[in-house]
């Protein structure tokens, strides 16, 4: 029997198991894994050579079953493998939106469900996952799933409540981050820098940043205020910013992921 069995392998499948081997937190040999009819999980599977199951049903078997499918196929995906979860089958769903009792409802009340909402940088080892725990999981099988995590970067568990307040936090910003990014590197573009020379002013003045709120505790406010001298250039760029409504178009852009219903 397999260690881990990864039912989907697009981005948040893939990303992941990049991660975990990657970190050698799992070898190749221990994971099984199985994907949808275009073939994502056979391309992937070239690259990072686990072993290809011949179906969800095969793959459902493993001691800890990792769910990377969309919302809309789980309920199909949760009918065709309920028979052979068993009891002490860990069932961790990456799925953003179902809730544990939706899960609960198709494999069985006793059944021990995780849902665990990660982001696309686990797979160097930079993530950051949002776990919430059902009941029938005991304090050492939480363990185990949090540091299964914890290999590709840091966790956070919460009640079931916050999970999606957290997923759209975590798990989209990648995308809206990269947009900032990516806006950055245009303006050093527009200023006469080369595309390559923009990229790595903003991706490391980002990184440095976000670094050193995390790691001095510093209240994002007075990092800002420690770069806008009196009358100086950056306040400029801070008016500039607010005028332009930057706060309120991030405040709407998780605002309009965490309400959106699949
Ligand atoms: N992307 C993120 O950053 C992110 C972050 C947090 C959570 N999540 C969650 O992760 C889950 C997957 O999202 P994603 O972005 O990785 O989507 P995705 O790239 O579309 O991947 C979904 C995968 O599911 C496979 N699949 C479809 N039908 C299947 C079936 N019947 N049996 C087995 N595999 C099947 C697809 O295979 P084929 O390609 O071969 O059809 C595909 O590889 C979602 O529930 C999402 O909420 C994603």
């Given at each position: 029997m397999k260690k881990i069995g990864l039912i989907g392998a697009g981005q948040m499948g893939g990303a992941l198991l990049k991660g975990l081997l990657e970190t050698k937190t799992?070898?190749?040999?221990e994971v099984i894994v199985s994907g949808g009819k275009s073939g994502t999980a056979q391309a992937l599977q070239e690259e990072l050579h686990f072993v290809l199951g011949e179906s969800n049903l095969e793959v459902a078997q493993a001691d800890m079953v990792i769910l990377a499918v969309t919302p809309k196929v789980m309920p199909t995906i949760l009918t065709e493998i309920k028979d052979v979860i068993s009891e002490n089958t860990l069932v961790i769903s990456?799925?953003?939106?179902?809730e544990l009792q939706e899960y609960q409802a198709i494999l069985g009340a006793d059944k021990k469900i995780v849902r665990a909402i990660p982001n696309t940088p686990v797979s160097i080892k930079a993530g950051m996952t949002a776990i919430t725990f059902g009941e029938n999981l005991t304090e050492a099988e939480c363990e185990v799933v949090n540091r299964l995590f914890q290999s590709v970067g840091e966790t956070v568990v919460l009640e079931e409540s916050k999970i999606n307040s957290a997923s759209t936090l975590s798990g989209c910003s990648p995308a809206f981050i990269a947009i900032f990014i990516e806006a950055l590197a245009d303006a050093g573009v527009l200023n006469g820098l080369s595309r390559e020379e923009a990229y790595l002013l903003a991706e490391q003045s980002l990184i440095g940043t976000a670094k050193m709120a995390l790691l001095t505790g510093k209240h994002p406010g007075a990092i800002k205020d420690d770069v806008c001298?009196?009358?100086?250039?950056t306040i400029q760029g801070v008016v500039a910013l607010e005028e332009y409504g930057f706060r309120n178009a991030v405040i709407k852009a998780i605002s309009a992921s965490t309400n959106h219903k699949h």
């Open positions: 799992i070898s190749p040999e990456l799925a953003a939106s179902m001298s009196p009358g100086g250039t």
